[in-house]
């Protein structure tokens, strides 16, 4: 009898330890994850900003696409669309779908235009310098990424990053 009772006691304390144990390892695990975001946070915070990958510093333009004339202050492009795997696409000219691609803009003096060199011809590890531009570096055949502003039937660039590849 007395040895059903010390039975029923070992099982007890083993299923307290074994309790106590997984508690422990779920909360280690969440502190874990959270001090792990914390550094990934605060390492992205120490990085320098004017060099990272290019698909950090894209934050959803208005337009994108490849310039097709520079007329003054107006910007024609080609409209450049998104893929869901984040791939660029561009149409062929003289396709219907250039036709619907073509875009205008106008930049101003309080347009902020940024060059951004990338390095590694654009591949998903390159590394991209942003330095101040101006409207002369926005040249045919440049890629360029805009934030808009309209105005009845204006559409006035408040950014642009004008991408060169190297």
């Known amino acids: 009898m007395k040895s059903k009772h010390n039975i029923k006691i070992v099982i007890s304390v083993v299923s307290i330890i074994i309790f106590i144990f997984l508690t422990g390892c779920s909360t280690g695990n969440k502190n874990a994850n959270n001090e792990s975001s914390i550094q990934n946070s605060n390492s992205n915070n120490n990085k320098s900003s004017d060099t990272t990958s290019p698909s950090n510093k894209t934050n959803n333009s208005d337009l994108m696409g490849t310039v097709t004339e520079v007329n003054g202050n107006k910007i024609n492009i080609t409209k450049t669309s998104k893929k869901s795997n984040g791939v660029g696409v561009g149409y062929k000219k003289g396709s219907p779908e250039y036709d619907k691609s073509l875009d205008i803009f106008e930049v ?25 531009g101006s409207i002369s570096d926005i040249k045919v055949n440049s890629f360029v990424e805009v934030w808009t502003k309209k105005d009845g039937s204006t559409v006035t660039a408040s950014k642009v990053i004008v991408s060169i590849f190297n």
Do not use: E, L, M, W
């Open 108 to 132: 101003t003096k309080d347009t902020n235009i940024t060059v951004r060199t990338v390095s590694g011809k654009g591949a998903q590890h390159s590394v991209a310098t942003d330095s101040a």
